[in-house]
T-cell receptor
Framework: EAGVVQSPRYKIIEKKQPVAFWCNPI?????LYWYLQNLGQGPELLIR????????DSQLPKDRFSAERLKGVDSTLKIQPAELGDSAVYLC??????????FGPGTRLTVL | QQQVKQSPQSLIVQKGGISIINCAYE??????FPWYQQFPGKGPALLIA?????SEKKEGRFTISFNKSAKQFSLHIMDSQPGDSATYFC??????????FGAGTTVTVRA
């Protein structure tokens, strides 16, 4: 069974540019999460989806970050415009309802 | 505000030794305490988890000890192997979904 797929794995952009990350969850998982992981820190939840509904986006900086999960499967996280402080690993995870979360490998973003 | 505090930041142990990582929490509403293992370039993977109705859970060489009154829990890795070298994160949540992670402990097992 395939795990959580994320792309790209690495992204280097200049500040003020837009960037987007894509996530394909494990088949059948209705709950999808986006996390931010800074170097040397644990992941921090940005947004949680149940099917196509964002049920917790309280930690998402809505001035520059946006996310969508069309048709309740794949999801995209976007940053526009990117800032130097956005350099981090962006992790996607999925689960069946409130059960174990399975994480993808992450996208490492570097903003120059 | 970090809801789960983890220590030490890093540790080195000889092969066959015991690694111990400690975590403390404040929110008494937390009811699920998992430990995740993360290798470089990979996402975290669930290692073992415990709920507050038990004081200890063992899976193979990994044991969680839980002290509800002290609001502390710890991970013990027995007979540490070089393949255990990774970063370990404790976490806590209420109703399973919103995980609050500790800052992580980098474990290095020397052969």
């Amino acid at each position: 069974e395939a795990g959580v797929v994320q792309s790209p794995r690495y992204k280097i952009i200049e500040k003020k540019q837009p960037v987007a990350f894509w996530c394909n969850p494990i088949s059948g998982h209705n709950t999808l999460y986006w996390y931010l992981q800074n170097l040397g820190q644990g992941p921090e939840l940005l947004i949680r989806y149940e099917n196509e509904e964002a049920v917790d986006d309280s930690q998402l900086p809505k001035d520059r970050f946006s996310a969508e999960r069309l048709k309740g499967v794949d999801s995209t996280l976007k940053i526009q415009p990117a800032e130097l402080g956005d350099s981090a690993v962006y992790l996607c995870a999925s689960s069946l309802a409130n059960h174990e979360q399975f994480f993808g490998p992450g996208t490492r973003l570097t903003v120059l | 505000q970090q809801q789960v505090k983890q220590s030490p930041q890093s540790l080195i142990v000889q092969k066959g030794g015991i690694s111990i990582i400690n975590c403390a929490y404040e929110n008494t509403a937390f009811d699920y305490f998992p430990w995740y293992q993360q290798f470089p370039g990979k996402g975290p993977a669930l290692l073992i988890a415990i709920r507050p109705d038990v004081s200890e859970k063992k899976e193979g060489r990994f044991t969680i000890s839980f002290n509800k009154s002290a609001k502390q829990f710890s991970l013990h890795i027995m007979d540490s192997q070089p393949g255990d070298s990774a970063t370990y994160f404790c976490a806590a949540s209420r109703n399973d979904y919103k995980l609050s992670f500790g800052a992580g402990t980098t474990v290095t097992v020397r052969a």
